[in-house]
């Protein structure tokens, strides 16, 4: 059997919990150094990474709207809440000697660069990691959106979706003992059997743009090397 071939350049969507551990809240040390030594390995394979990360560990914009908040508000809070998360990560890989830069969809520029299609492109060619902050910088929108949205902009050949659950069940595995994994699914037949892969908005747009998404576990090791390498990990959702 040949070697699948890996990835040219990929899409790493993180959660924001996916950055607090155990914790209830905030960055978690060990589990970003853990993190970003998985990264650090895609990045040795010499595969252009880009990266969105969420901001959950820290602010919701949709608990902030349920408080009697301003949900427009409480979401620019909440992408706040991605460029701290970004800002640690790139610390955390420079730590590593890995290269990365950050760039923001809100215009914070004494603390990050704004993001610049080409010049974002032009990072990813020379090896370097592109992490984009705040979302897509709309409210009432998600950092998986902004995942989809990225992804599309860059070119990428797939977009990794890195969540607590190890790919796409029949049922919430949770809830259901009984549910099984998917390998392999269409987006056609996730969307008939209403599954939960991504949020609608950022689903369509993979879709629309023959986008194909893998949902695998973060706290898996060497899940995201076996991803960025076109390996059997988790579920591919397919065109
Ligand atoms: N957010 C937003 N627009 C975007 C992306 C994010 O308003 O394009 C806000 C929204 O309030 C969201 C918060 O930022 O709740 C954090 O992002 P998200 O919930 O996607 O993070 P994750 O669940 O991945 O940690």
Redesign the pocket.
């Known amino acids: 059997l040949a070697a699948p071939i890996p990835h040219r350049r990929v899409l790493l ?5 996916a950055l607090m551990g155990d914790d209830a809240y905030g960055i978690n040390r060990e589990t970003i150094e853990a993190m970003v030594g998985e990264i650090a390995s895609v990045v040795e394979l010499g595969v252009e990474l880009a990266i969105v ?5 820290i ?4 608990a ?1 709207g349920a408080t009697g908040m301003d949900r427009a508000t ?6 706040l ?2 460029v701290m998360n970004s800002l640690a990560l790139q610390d955390a890989l420079r730590q590593k000697g890995v290269v990365a830069r950050v760039q923001s ?1 809100l215009k914070i520029e004494q603390v990050v660069e704004p993001y610049i299609r080409p010049k974002a492109l032009r990072y990813l060619e020379e090896g370097k990691v592109v992490i984009f902050a ?13 995942a989809a949205l990225r992804g599309a902009e860059m070119g990428v050949e797939v977009v990794l979706k890195a969540t607590k659950v190890d790919g796409v069940y029949t049922a919430d595995p949770m809830k259901d003992p009984g549910a099984t994994r998917y390998q392999r699914i269409s987006f056609d037949e996730a969307i008939g059997r209403n599954l939960k892969v991504m949020d609608a908005t950022a689903f369509a747009l993979c879709r629309d743009q023959k986008l194909p998404i893998r949902v695998f576990s973060i706290f898996k090791e060497g899940a995201l090397l076996r991803a960025v390498r076109g390996e059997d990990e988790g579920t591919l959702v397919h065109v």
Request: net charge negative; proline share 3%.
């Open positions: 969507k993180l959660s924001g919990e990360i969420g901001g959950g560990n602010f919701r914009g949709m902030g409480a979401d620019y809070m909440g992408m809440a991605t969809a705040a979302g897509t910088g709309n409210p009432f929108f998600t950092t998986d959106t902004a």
